[in-house]
């Protein structure tokens, strides 16, 4: 029962997710970019307070540049028990795509070690059980350690956050 309810949360997740990496990235029939820029919106100006006649200023907010880069499909094992306890391998799909801040130092490493981010997230995901994928706390865990795998790789606070469009186990 907790398997079918993780599975309706993920896919929730997975549609928003793929909802707005296609309406960034561009329609289906034509190839998507390799990567998107984002432009955030933007957040509430701080006020300044003058010496003049007790009004606030607004101070300008810079605007951060994302950028989202896909990767490709990752399919790996993960262990499961089944109901009788027994250890058996399931096939995981995941679809995940890195958001990153093109003003920080060290984005551009992002592109160049692309291939050691993907391995990176293989060798983490290959070690997960099908218990580890429970829940949204699950989900949060995976997307945490994957983006501090990408900030490890590149040495940088780039990276952002990630983004799933598809999760399944299988």
């Given at each position: ?13 997975g549609a ?10 561009g329609s289906?029939?034509?190839?998507a ?24 200023e607004?101070a ?13 499909e ?7 028990t ?11 799909k ?27 997230f293989?060798?983490?995901?290959r ?16 997307k ?10 590149t040495e940088?606070?780039s990276p952002?956050e990630?983004?799933?469009?598809d999760?399944?186990?299988?």
């Open positions: 029962m907790l398997l079918i309810a993780a599975i309706g949360v993920l896919s929730v997740v928003g997710a793929g909802y707005f990496l296609a309406t960034t990235m289906g029939s034509e190839p970019a390799e990567t998107a820029h984002v432009t955030p919106p933007p957040a509430a100006p701080a006020a300044v307070h003058g010496g003049g006649h007790g009004e606030g607004t300008p907010v810079p605007k951060n540049e994302m950028a989202v880069t896909p990767f490709k990752i399919i790996v094992n993960i262990n499961a089944t109901a009788t306890g027994r250890t058996t391998s399931r096939f995981m995941l679809n995940v795509a890195l958001v990153y801040d093109e003003t920080l130092a060290g984005a551009e490493r992002i592109e160049e070690r692309r291939l050691f981010i993907r391995d990176s293989q060798d983490y995901l070690l997960l059980t099908e218990q580890d994928l429970r829940g949204s706390l699950g989900l949060t865990l995976v945490q350690e994957l983006l501090h795998r990408a900030r490890t790789v940088s606070m952002q990630i983004l799933v469009a999760l399944i186990v299988q």
